[in-house]
């Protein structure tokens, strides 16, 4: 707290935090969102389509350059601070300073002009909850050090090296998703991302005032990572189903969904399913945009349960938690839709709500969720925010 009394901003707390490790003052400071994967589920590896949400959730990270061959980091919420001069990965504690130190390699072994430096992190962003709180650090951490060193880089091959950070200095298999959503996210306004093109555009959302919740299942199913990769297989199978007639069409992009239902006695059952699923949700992005357009956000919300409906009959991607809290969402005046966001299999569902049915909406579905399955859930509300950018 101020003198003044007020809460500090994150400016003044990651200031702070870097002059008290550091005992200098930090040159350039920045901020990237945490975000929310609002429709079109398990798209973005199939070349497809995804309205996403960058949320008011934040990673602040300030720099300044290092007098010595060592980086140092420190974050608000790890006791220990890193000093290292040799960049390679950590590999037992203090593995969080992968993220930024990933950033960093991949710049220098890009070619960009940058050197040692010395970090700070403060953010609000929850950690695990399913709003990417590790490409919020990265896309924060590549435009502190754009600042820094004072060299520019197309903001969509900037959140290119993000993910790529996270996939072979970290070690962590995430799509481009969170780091688009991250750096292109607007107050107001779906982001849509086509995974093919990488073009990207903010819809407005036409129907004033919206919150999101994602709303945490507290449970994670243990075969997560091989269901997944399983998933994944099972599109590309699909895939390979059509190219073989048509060499064409490479990914499930380029299958329409009538050429899909009229391919059915054909096409394996599961690999139809999984491919119900893929291109449905593509389909369903692309009508969203219009309804969201129209102010049309009961229409929309319709979408949101389809699209859960889907994950639990075609991509088999949600269990007995993740429907009950779209259930009991349904059930509470003020919400549009709900649905499982993210990978699956546990984890968090988003649910688009009126702001005023907040608090209605935080109680009842913490209450119910406890009656109907025994277990505590956490609800984050956000609003949407605007992407990242230097200070
Ligand atoms: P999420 O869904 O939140 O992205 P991940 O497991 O992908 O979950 O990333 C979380 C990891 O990112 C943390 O365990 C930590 O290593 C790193 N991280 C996120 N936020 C911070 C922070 N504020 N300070 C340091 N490390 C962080
Ligand atoms: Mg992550």
Redesign the pocket.
């Known amino acids: 707290m101020s003198m003044a009394g007020t809460a500090d901003s994150p400016l003044d707390i990651v200031t702070k935090q870097f002059e008290s490790i550091y005992k200098t003052s930090p040159t350039v400071f920045s901020r990237a969102p945490g975000r929310v994967e609002v429709l079109g589920n398990h798209t973005d590896y199939n070349e497809g389509v995804v309205l996403s949400a960058a949320i008011d959730r934040e ?1 602040w990270v300030a720099v300044s350059k290092s007098s010595s061959a060592e980086c140092r980091l420190t ?1 608000g ?2 006791p220990e601070s890193v000093v290292i001069s040799k960049i390679e990965p950590l590999k037992s504690r203090n ?2 300073a992968n ?1 930024p130190l990933g950033v960093y390699r991949t710049l220098l072994d890009r070619g960009y002009p940058v050197a040692p430096f010395n970090l700070a ?1 403060h ?1 609000t ?1 929850p ?9 919020a ?1 990265e896309v924060a951490t590549a435009l502190a050090l754009c600042g820094l060193f004072g060299f520019e880089v197309d903001p969509a091959e900037l959140a290119k090296i993000c993910q790529s950070a996270e996939n072979h200095f970290v070690g ?1 298999n995430c799509g481009l998703l969170d780091q688009f959503s991250s750096m292109f996210g607007r107050a107001g306004h779906l982001l849509f991302s086509d995974f093919r093109s990488l073009y990207h555009n903010a819809i407005p959302i036409a129907a004033g005032d919206v919150t999101l919740a994602i709303t945490l299942s507290g449970v994670t199913h243990s075969l997560v990572a091989g269901e997944y990769n399983s998933r994944r297989r099972e599109c590309f199978e699909a895939a390979k189903f059509f190219q073989a007639k048509n060499p064409e069409q490479k990914t499930l992009r380029d299958v329409s969904m009538a050429e899909l239902k009229s391919a059915q006695a054909e096409l394996d059952p599961q690999f139809f399913k999984r491919a119900m699923h893929v291109v449905g949700e593509d389909e369903r992005v692309f009508s969203a945009i219009e309804l969201l357009k129209s102010g049309s956000m009961k229409e929309f919300g319709a979408l949101l349960y389809q699209s859960h409906e889907s994950s639990i009959h075609n991509f088999e991607n949600s269990c007995r938690e993740l429907d009950i809290l779209v259930d009991i969402a349904k059930s509470i005046a003020g919400v549009y839709g709900a649905r499982l966001t993210g990978g699956g299999f546990g984890g968090a569902t988003l649910t688009v709500l009126k702001t005023e049915a907040k608090d209605r909406f935080g109680e009842t579905i913490v209450q119910e969720y406890k009656k109907r399955t025994g277990r505590n859930t956490t609800v984050h509300f956000a609003r949407i925010a605007d992407g990242a950018s230097i200070v």
Not at 127 to 133: D, E, H, Q, T
């Open positions: 990673v974050s919420i790890f593995r969080w993220y992190i953010s962003v950690l695990g909850a399913g709003v990417s709180s590790s490409a650090l962590a």
